[in-house]
């Protein structure tokens, strides 16, 4: 049923939308801090196999710190930083939690202990070599010793490519 024409009792509301999940940015924190430690005292087993015997072992990796997971643990939604950020005294906090998951990430690659390319992608980080142009703009032909006829040939494909033939 729709309320009835005129209804003014949404301005009796004394707030709008839900509570916060952390009033404070020191309960953010601590429950960030609470995720870090979950992590550090549940590492990943690895299956391994190791010497000329291939013996079967599981090595205790780290868990890495991520955004999901971090999100996952809070039992709250994936936009809960971007969110936080915003709002006045989370900023630092939201920021400090963002670099440590990014420092310890980052770090465990660059030692090896997580993959360092799914890690580089999740980071956003990307290796900008070029393999292919050696440095020269790419898509440009060099048409300067084409004939009249072969020059009129790529006239032609291109306008038909173009649609006006």
Same mark, same amino acid.
């Given at each position: 049923?729709?309320?009835?024409?005129?209804?003014?009792?949404?301005? *009796?509301?004394?707030? @709008?939308?839900?509570?916060?999940?952390?009033?404070?940015?020191? *309960?953010?924190?601590?429950?960030?801090?609470?995720?870090?430690?979950? !992590?550090?005292d549940?590492?990943?087993?690895k @299956?391994?196999?190791?010497?000329?015997d291939?013996?079967?072992?599981?090595?205790?990796?780290?868990?890495?710190?991520?955004?999901?997971?971090? !999100?996952?643990?809070?039992?709250c939604?994936?936009?809960? *930083?971007?969110?936080?950020?915003?709002?006045?005294?989370? +900023?630092?906090?939201?920021?400090?939690?963002?670099?440590?998951?990014?420092?310890?990430?980052?770090?465990?690659?660059?030692?090896?202990?997580?993959?360092? +390319?799914v890690?580089?992608?999740?980071? &956003?980080?990307?290796?900008?070599?070029?393999?292919? +142009?050696? &440095?020269?703009?790419i898509?440009?032909?060099?048409?300067?010793?084409?004939?009249?006829?072969?020059?009129?040939?790529?006239?032609?494909?291109?306008?038909?490519?173009?649609?006006?033939?």
């Open positions: 049923m729709a309320a009835p024409i005129g209804n003014q009792f949404w301005k *009796l509301r004394s707030k @709008h939308g839900r509570d916060l999940i952390f009033s404070s940015p020191e *309960l953010l924190w601590e429950a960030a801090t609470e995720y870090f430690e979950w !992590c550090d549940h590492p990943w087993e @299956h391994d196999f190791v010497g000329k291939a013996e079967e072992v599981y090595r205790k990796v780290p868990r890495p710190y991520t955004i999901k997971a971090l !999100c996952l643990y809070l039992e939604d994936d936009e809960l *930083l971007d969110n936080y950020q915003e709002k006045e005294g989370f +900023s630092e906090i939201v920021t400090r939690i963002r670099n440590i998951i990014y420092t310890q990430k980052y770090e465990g690659a660059a030692v090896g202990l997580f993959n360092a +390319s890690i580089a992608r999740d980071l &956003g980080l990307v290796e900008k070599s070029d393999l292919t +142009s050696k &440095g020269e703009r898509g440009k032909l060099d048409v300067s010793n084409l004939s009249d006829e072969d020059l009129a040939d790529i006239a032609r494909i291109q306008q038909k490519m173009a649609g006006e033939g």
